[in-house]
């Protein structure tokens, strides 16, 4: 990721979480948008931990609230397997990644440039750790 205020954004939020993410960035590929698809979903499976939960970040995808996103979080820790989030680039996932999936998750039903998804992601990451924890980050009563 390039240096600037999305860059920014995903590192002010990473470096609150505990552990903190490792992040995988495949290359960018080139090509119609079938192929850029195929090479960069690729990509993403080879570095897929062969014992990881895939979340990939598609928008059909179920679209939890904060809540329930602590929940999942809470539920995929307990079974041992490591959630590993995979985000398309500009041309989407290909089938195979989300055929890979283990589950399907939106972060609403907006498209959202892959760029700020990162950043996005970390917050409600960081924000299902303070709810988690019971910190007062995340305010539940406000509507």
């Known amino acids: 990721m390039k240096t600037g205020p999305e860059a920014a954004l995903y590192a002010h939020y990473a470096a609150r979480l ?4 490792e992040v995988t960035e495949v290359p960018e590929a080139r090509g119609s948008a079938a192929e850029i698809r195929r090479r960069e979903g690729a990509g993403l499976l080879a570095a897929l931990p062969p014992d990881a939960l895939a979340v990939a970040l598609d928008l059909g995808g179920e679209a ?3 809540e329930g996103f602590a929940g999942l979080l809470a539920r995929w820790e307990a079974s041992g397997r490591t959630p590993c989030f995979l985000i398309g680039g500009a041309e989407g996932l ?8 283990g589950h399907r998750m ?6 959202w440039p892959h ?3 990162r950043g996005m992601l970390a ?6 750790q303070a709810i988690r924890q019971n910190h ?4 539940a009563w406000r509507p």
């Open 18 to 21: 505990r552990p903190p993410p």
């Open 64 to 66: 939890p609230d904060s």
């Open 94 to 101: 290909d089938p195979a990644v989300t055929a890979r999936a």
């Open 106 to 111: 939106a972060l609403g039903p907006m498209t």
């Open 115 to 117: 760029f700020l998804v």
């Open 123 to 128: 917050e409600q990451l960081y924000r299902a």
């Open 136 to 139: 007062p980050y995340h305010r």
